[in-house]
C-alpha cells in the first residue's frame, strides 16, 4: 500500500503570528473532506492548482479550530497544499495530529535513506542537500543564538567536507583514514543542535517560602507566579518557556517540600517530586535568613543532589544560613543570590546551563546537523573506498542540479 502522504512544518516550532504546515500526498484529499470547510466551495475536491482559498478548519468533530488560508501548489493525486493557520504551537500541533490522523505522515525534519542521501521537504529549493537539511531544521530551532549558531555550521560543515573531497582528490586511498576520522566525529556531534531545539527543564525547589516563585519571576521576567508571604503559597507546578544566553529553558515553579498533614499541601508536595522528575537540572532555592527551615529541609531530603543551590534572600542583612551549613555535596554548588534585587542571577544561569551540558565548550567545532547528515557522514565515514567516501559527500554538497 502506498502512504498517503506527508505533513511538514515550514515554519518555526515556537509562538508565532503565522504558521505554514505542507500537506503533500493522495491523503490531502481525505483531509480537506474532513478538516476544511472552503468558503467558497470549490467543484474539485480541492482548488485548482495555483489558487489561494480561505477555509475554516475544522476538528474531527466538526468543531471550528481556525480560520486558514489553502494554498494549492500542485493538483490531486500528488497533491502539495500550504496550510496557512495562526501560529499557536498548541493550534499547530492539533493541525498536525488530523494530519497524521488521516494518515500523512511527519516529515518536519529531512530523512536520509539508506545509502545516506537526504531530501528534505523546503519551502524554497536548497542550493544543496546540505542545505536542504539545514533549511528542515531551522524551524525547530528556538532561539536566535540558535539560527546564527546553525547557519553558521552550515558554512563550517560546507568548508570541511569541501576540504575533505579535495584531500581524497590529491591524497587518494592514503588520504582516506583521515578523512573518514573527522566525518565520524562530526557525525558523533549531531546532538549539538538539540540544545537549541529541547529546551532545558530546570525545576525550582526548596522549602515554602524560599522564594521559588519570585526567582521564577525574575528568571522569566514576567510575574507568572503568585508570590506572598504566606508559606505554602505554590500548590501545583508551573512551567514557563524562556531563554538563557540564548539557550531555551523551561523554569519548573514547584510547590514547596515539607513534612506536612495537609491533604492539599500534601499533594502538592507530591506534584513537586514529579516535576523534579521530569527536569534535567534541579535548582534547591533556600531562604538565607530562615536558617531553622533550612536545616529541617536538608535533613528531611538528603537524596536530592541539586546541581545548583541558591542561598536567596542576599539583599537582607538577617543572613543566616552559611555554606557550611550545608551538606558536603550541596557546598561546592551553593552561590548566594537575591531573586528580588536580581543579585547572583547570571552566576546562577551559568550554573544551571553548566549542569545541562547545554553550553558547549566546543560549539565551534563541525557538527553534522539534523539526524539525518550525521546517517550521510556515517554511511561516509563507514566506507574504505576513497572515490566512495568522495562521492557520498558530494551527495550532500554538490549544487542541486548537478545531482
Ligand atoms: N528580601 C527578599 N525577599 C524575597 C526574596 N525572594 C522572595 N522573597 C519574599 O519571600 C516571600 C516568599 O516568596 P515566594 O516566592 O512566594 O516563595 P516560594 O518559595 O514560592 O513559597 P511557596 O510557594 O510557599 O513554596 C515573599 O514575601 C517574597 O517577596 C529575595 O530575594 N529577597
Ligand atoms: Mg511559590
Same mark, same amino acid.
Given at each position: 500500500m502506498?502512504?498517503?502522504?506527508?505533513?511538514?512544518?515550514?515554519?518555526?516550532?515556537?509562538?508565532?503570528?503565522?504558521?505554514?504546515?505542507?500537506?503533500?500526498?493522495?491523503?490531502?484529499?481525505?483531509?480537506?473532506?474532513?478538516?476544511?470547510?472552503?468558503?467558497?466551495?470549490?467543484?474539485?475536491?480541492?482548488?485548482?492548482?495555483?489558487?489561494?482559498?480561505?477555509?475554516?478548519?475544522?476538528?474531527?468533530?466538526?468543531?471550528?479550530?481556525?480560520?486558514?488560508?489553502?494554498?494549492?501548489?500542485?493538483?490531486?493525486?500528488n497533491?502539495?497544499?500550504?496550510v496557512?493557520?495562526?501560529?499557536?504551537?498548541v493550534?499547530?500541533?492539533?493541525?498536525?495530529?488530523?494530519?497524521?490522523?488521516?494518515?500523512?505522515?511527519?516529515?518536519?525534519?529531512a530523512?536520509?535513506?539508506?545509502?545516506?542521501?537526504?531530501?528534505?521537504? +523546503? @519551502?524554497?529549493?536548497?542550493?544543496?542537500a546540505? #542545505?536542504? !537539511? %539545514?533549511? &528542515?531544521? =531551522?524551524?525547530?530551532?528556538? /532561539?536566535?543564538?540558535?539560527v546564527?549558531?546553525?547557519?553558521?555550521?552550515?558554512?563550517?560543515?560546507?568548508?570541511?567536507?569541501?576540504?575533505?573531497?579535495? +584531500? @581524497?582528490?590529491?591524497?587518494?586511498?592514503?588520504? #582516506?583514514p !583521515? %578523512?573518514? &576520522?573527522? =566525518?565520524?566525529a562530526?557525525? /558523533?556531534?549531531?546532538?549539538?543542535?538539540?540544545r537549541?531545539?529541547r529546551?532545558?527543564?530546570?525545576?525550582?525547589?526548596?522549602?515554602?517560602?524560599?522564594?521559588k516563585?519570585?526567582?521564577?519571576?525574575?528568571?522569566?521576567?514576567?510575574? %507568572?507566579?503568585?508570590?506572598?508571604?504566606?508559606?505554602? /503559597?505554590?500548590?501545583?507546578?508551573?512551567?514557563v518557556?524562556?531563554?538563557?544566553?540564548?539557550?531555551?529553558?523551561?523554569?519548573?515553579?514547584?510547590?514547596?517540600l515539607?513534612?506536612?498533614?495537609?491533604?492539599?499541601?500534601?499533594?502538592? %508536595?507530591e506534584r513537586?517530586?514529579?516535576?523534579?522528575? /521530569?527536569?534535567?537540572?534541579?535548582?534547591?532555592?533556600?531562604?538565607?535568613?530562615?536558617?531553622v527551615?533550612?536545616?529541617?529541609?536538608?535533613?528531611t531530603?538528603?537524596d536530592?543532589?541539586?546541581?545548583?543551590?541558591?542561598i536567596?534572600?542576599?539583599?537582607?542583612?538577617?543572613?543566616?544560613?552559611?555554606?557550611?551549613?550545608?551538606?558536603?555535596?550541596?557546598?561546592?554548588?551553593?552561590?548566594?543570590?537575591?531573586?528580588?534585587?536580581?543579585?547572583?542571577?547570571?552566576?546562577?544561569?551559568?550554573?544551571?546551563?553548566?549542569?545541562?551540558r547545554?553550553?558547549?565548550?566546543?560549539?565551534?567545532?563541525?557538527?553534522?546537523?539534523?539526524?539525518?547528515?550525521?546517517?550521510?557522514?556515517?554511511s561516509?565515514?563507514?566506507?574504505?573506498?576513497?572515490?566512495?567516501?568522495?562521492?557520498?559527500?558530494?551527495?550532500?554538497i554538490?549544487?542541486?542540479?548537478?545531482?
Amino acid at each position: 500500500m502506498t502512504a498517503a502522504g506527508g505533513a511538514a512544518l515550514l515554519t518555526g516550532a515556537g509562538p508565532a503570528a503565522i504558521a505554514v504546515l505542507r500537506l503533500t500526498g493522495p491523503g490531502v484529499q481525505d483531509f480537506a473532506a474532513r478538516h476544511l470547510q472552503w468558503a467558497q466551495p470549490p467543484s474539485q475536491p480541492l482548488p485548482a492548482a495555483g489558487r489561494v482559498r480561505r477555509a475554516t478548519l475544522v476538528d474531527a468533530d466538526g468543531a471550528p479550530l481556525d480560520d486558514v488560508l489553502v494554498a494549492v501548489h500542485a493538483p490531486l493525486p500528488n497533491a502539495d497544499v500550504r496550510v496557512h493557520l495562526h501560529g499557536n504551537p498548541v493550534l499547530v500541533q492539533q493541525c498536525r495530529a488530523l494530519a497524521a490522523a488521516c494518515g500523512l505522515a511527519d516529515r518536519t525534519a529531512a530523512r536520509a535513506s539508506a545509502d545516506g542521501a537526504v531530501s528534505a521537504p +523546503g @519551502l524554497w529549493p536548497a542550493r544543496d542537500a546540505l #542545505a536542504a !537539511a %539545514v533549511a &528542515a531544521v =531551522l524551524p525547530q530551532v528556538l /532561539t536566535l543564538r540558535g539560527v546564527l549558531w546553525v547557519l553558521d555550521q552550515e558554512r563550517r560543515l560546507r568548508a570541511v567536507l569541501d576540504e575533505c573531497v579535495r +584531500g @581524497l582528490a590529491a591524497g587518494g586511498a592514503a588520504a #582516506a583514514p !583521515a %578523512v573518514r &576520522a573527522r =566525518l565520524a566525529a562530526i557525525a /558523533t556531534r549531531a546532538d549539538a543542535v538539540a540544545r537549541f531545539t529541547r529546551p532545558l527543564r530546570v525545576a525550582l525547589v526548596g522549602p515554602p517560602n524560599a522564594g521559588k516563585s519570585t526567582l521564577l519571576n525574575t528568571l522569566a521576567d514576567q510575574p %507568572v507566579a503568585l508570590v506572598s508571604p504566606h508559606p505554602g /503559597t505554590t500548590r501545583d507546578w508551573l512551567e514557563v518557556e524562556a531563554e538563557l544566553d540564548g539557550y531555551p529553558v523551561t523554569w519548573i515553579d514547584t510547590a514547596g517540600l515539607r513534612a506536612t498533614d495537609d491533604a492539599l499541601e500534601a499533594a502538592g %508536595v507530591e506534584r513537586s517530586h514529579r516535576a523534579i522528575a /521530569t527536569a534535567a537540572v534541579t535548582v534547591a532555592v533556600l531562604d538565607g535568613t530562615d536558617a531553622v527551615t533550612t536545616v529541617q529541609f536538608i535533613r528531611t531530603y538528603p537524596d536530592l543532589a541539586p546541581a545548583v543551590v541558591a542561598i536567596n534572600k542576599g539583599d537582607l542583612e538577617t543572613a543566616a544560613v552559611a555554606r557550611d551549613d550545608l551538606p558536603g555535596g550541596w557546598r561546592p554548588v551553593a552561590i548566594r543570590i537575591s531573586a528580588l534585587a536580581r543579585h547572583g542571577l547570571a552566576e546562577l544561569g551559568h550554573r544551571v546551563l553548566t549542569a545541562g551540558r547545554t553550553s558547549d565548550p566546543d560549539e565551534s567545532e563541525p557538527a553534522a546537523i539534523g539526524a539525518d547528515v550525521a546517517t550521510a557522514l556515517r554511511s561516509a565515514a563507514g566506507d574504505e573506498d576513497h572515490n566512495a567516501i568522495s562521492e557520498k559527500i558530494l551527495r550532500l554538497i554538490a549544487p542541486s542540479a548537478e545531482r
